[in-house]
């Protein structure tokens, strides 16, 4: 049997939490635009979502980066789409309009270019589409956001994922190094590694959901994260 070192499990804790912290704030990097761009005043039409549009997960105000639209014909003849998106700025909503067709399988990938002169309400690029098709229920729209970092330096997506892989990483060997390095011989400590476990799945689900662009999902695992913390920090009376 391994003999227990305070010092590891101290360490574990250490990097654990400030991995819990890192992936609560990358799930509120992608909720809070996400959430914004829903409340924006878009032109909306209350069609079913659109899950290909895509903003990016995270900008610096350095950054050059693009809003995407992935459409795809899986219907036997061809289909006549038409595109409207729109994207904040920091004067007026820029209008995009677009009419293709696409053959029997084919997909198209379609973007536009979003940078520091997009930013709205300070730190936001916000984004709308709108797409109609020649088909049955061919009426489809979304919105999506980003967060801007007021960085003098361009990577803001390497960030993002650099971030999410040490959160990953903190969160997974700050549990097992806590969990190697104490005997689960008091219910206290039963009950700090049954929220230990519980939280960082939700983080991993959390971060996970709101990179899809489901930010209300996401919300909730972060209100979950609070609450499941705030009981475990409640002192226990004996």
């Not at 049997?1 to 499990?9: F, G, T």
């Not at 006549?80 to 904040?88: G, L, R």
């Not at 973007?111 to 020649?134: K, P, R």
Request: proline share 5%; aromatic share 12%; charged share 10%.
């Amino acid at each position: 049997m391994i003999e227990p070192k305070p010092a590891l499990q101290s360490l574990g804790f250490l990097s654990f939490s400030i991995a819990l912290f890192l992936g609560m704030l990358l799930t509120l990097a992608r909720v809070w635009p996400d959430s914004e761009a829903t409340m924006y005043g878009f032109v909306k039409y209350g069609h079913p979502r659109i899950t290909s549009f895509k903003c990016p997960p995270l900008m610096t105000s350095s950054d050059h980066d693009s809003v995407t639209l992935k459409l795809q014909n899986n219907l036997d003849k061809p289909i006549t789409w038409y595109v409207n998106a729109q994207i904040t700025s920091d004067v007026l909503i820029n209008s995009f309009n677009d009419t293709l067709q696409l053959q029997p399988g084919e997909s198209r990938l379609l973007s536009w270019q979003i940078d520091s002169t997009n930013i709205t309400l300070g730190n936001f690029i916000l984004a709308h589409i709108f797409t109609s098709a020649a088909m049955a229920n061919g009426m489809r729209e979304a919105t999506c956001g980003t967060f801007v970092l007021k960085l003098p330096f361009t990577g803001g997506t390497t960030v993002y994922y650099t971030a999410s892989g040490l959160t990953a990483v903190g969160l997974g060997l700050g549990l097992w190094l806590w969990r190697r390095h104490t005997r689960l011989s008091e219910s206290h400590l039963v009950s700090q590694f049954n929220w230990m476990r519980f939280v960082a799945v939700l983080t991993a689900v959390s971060i996970v959901v709101s990179y899809e662009g489901l930010w209300f999902p996401a919300l909730l695992c972060l209100l979950l994260i609070l609450l499941a913390t705030s009981v475990f920090l409640i002192p226990r009376k004996i």
